[in-house]
Each structure stands twice: as structure tokens, then as C-alpha cells.
């Protein structure tokens, strides 16, 4: 097979640049290292008996006009935001959950060290405006 160009790394980036390379006609070649595709979004085991996908809750802002463009939802996927989105246990048993609410992921938020003040609202992880992820169907 003769590629027209290389793309390096089987992740979800190097995945979606390749199938819109070769939706636009040209033929694609993806060299990935590891025996499987998917980067940081394929389940791996990270501790006997313990399976995750390591780091594809960090998805983030999925662009909707790849979903559609690439037909990712017809052809069956279906994305999930769990609730939390994520918990940091500390030393000490407490935690620090971050959810998709920012008003509930302040609202959770201890006081700053040595004082009784929050993080104040321009410190929420999320931007109202930007575009959400189409509800799976």
C-alpha cells in the first residue's frame, strides 16, 4: 500500500486526524507502537482485579462537529458524565469531588488554607458557553 501521509500515534487524536484523512480522500498509514489502538482511551488494568480507561474521563470538549462529521454516534457510541466526575482522596480521608455543575463543584470546594474565603466563581473549571456534547441516545 502506498500512503499518501504517516500519522504517528493510534490515540484518539492520530484515530480521528486518520479517519478524516482518508474521508477526504487521501490514504492514511497509522503507526502506532503498543499492540492496540486507542491511547489513553483503551481499559487497562492499573491494579490486580482493577480495570479503568486511564485518562479518557478527561474526553473533555469533544468537538460535536466531529461526532457528527465521522458518524461516531450512529455508529453506536455513547458517552457518559458520570457524577462525580472525578474524586482526589487526600492523606487525611477527606476528598475533593469535581462535578460538572460548576455551582456543585464550588459548592464543594474547601475554604483556602488560613482563611474563610472560597475560590471565587471565576474559578469554575467550565465555560458556560462552550458547546455541550449531544445527549446519547
Request: proline residues 13%.
Amino acid at each position: 500500500m502506498r500512503a499518501d501521509v504517516i500519522v504517528v500515534g493510534g490515540g484518539p487524536d492520530g484515530l480521528t486526524a486518520t479517519a478524516l484523512l482518508a474521508k477526504g480522500g487521501l490514504k492514511p498509514l497509522l503507526l502506532e507502537r503498543r499492540p492496540r489502538v486507542g491511547g489513553a482511551a483503551v481499559t487497562e488494568e492499573f491494579h490486580p482485579g482493577f480495570r479503568a480507561s486511564t485518562v479518557a474521563h478527561t474526553l473533555g470538549p469533544f468537538r460535536g462537529s466531529l461526532l457528527a462529521e465521522l458518524g461516531l454516534l450512529r455508529q453506536g457510541l455513547t458517552l457518559i458524565e458520570p457524577e462525580p466526575r472525578l474524586f482526589a482522596p487526600r492523606p487525611d480521608g477527606r476528598g475533593l469531588l469535581l462535578w460538572g455543575d460548576p455551582e456543585k463543584e464550588l459548592s464543594g470546594v474547601p475554604p483556602l488554607p488560613g482563611s474563610d474565603l472560597r475560590p471565587p466563581r471565576a474559578a469554575a473549571r467550565h465555560d458556560p458557553a462552550r458547546p455541550r456534547l449531544p445527549a446519547a441516545a
